[in-house]
């Protein structure tokens, strides 16, 4: 069985990578906190940017967009599942680059976020509701109310997809520059490639 070396600069990594979730967690229950103060003290809903953006306030029991009403036992089936998933996502891609390492650790924050108010803000199992607050007015059908967690979730995801086309050491991109390369030099002449030898011998 092969060993698992840890380098100190993965265990630096996973400390950097640690610190910002506790940290986009933290961020996100004091927001949630301090909507809902506004929101008691009456001084909801404020426009932020007329059309555009409003501070406002609801209890989401859905998913995303207030879809899946209800379905408390998957949503923490979903959350056990995902939380050691990306645990483990990070751990085999420490090597690979530290972007889609970040994104998975702004996904883990922003699931824990979302996950405290289902498990400490309802009566029940797991059926608390959401605090959702930064309100969207321009785009017809497509506006919706979230959070900080849902924002850190959703740009992790897209963090994550631009760090394996783009970004890591092994991503899509960079394979097909390495493909490039080793075709360039299979079409090369011998005689160049003799030459190029030669070269770097001298010195």
Do not use: W
């Not at 610190?19 to 927001?31: E, F, N, R």
């Not at 056990?80 to 970040?102: D, E, H, K, T």
């Not at 967690?149 to 890591?168: E, K, M, P, Y």
């Not at 005689?191 to 010195?203: H, I, V, W, Y």
């Amino acid at each position: 069985m092969k060993k698992i070396k840890l380098t100190k600069k993965n265990l630096i990594l996973f400390a950097l990578l640690a610190a910002t979730a506790i940290a986009i967690v933290v961020l996100d229950q004091i927001t949630k906190m301090l909507a809902v103060g506004a929101y008691e003290d009456g001084k909801l809903p404020v426009t932020v940017i007329k059309g555009v953006l409003s501070i406002s306030y609801l209890e989401n029991l859905g998913g995303a967009f207030g879809g899946m009403a209800g379905r408390h036992v998957l949503f923490f089936v979903l959350t056990v599942l995902a939380l050691p998933a990306f645990c483990v996502l990070i751990f085999f891609r420490r090597n690979s680059g530290n972007a889609g390492c970040f994104a998975v650790a702004m996904m883990f924050a922003g699931t824990v976020g979302n996950a405290i108010d289902r498990a400490f803000r309802g009566n029940g199992f797991f059926n608390g509701g959401v605090r959702d607050f930064i309100a969207t007015e321009c785009f017809g059908r497509l506006d919706s109310v979230f959070n900080v967690a849902d924002i850190f979730l959703v740009a992790g995801v897209a963090l994550f997809a631009a760090s394996l086309l783009f970004f890591d050491k092994d991503s899509l991109l960079a394979d097909a520059k390495r493909k490039k390369s080793a075709a360039e030099k299979e079409e090369q002449p011998d005689s160049e490639r003799e030459d190029d030898g030669g070269e770097s011998g001298q010195n």
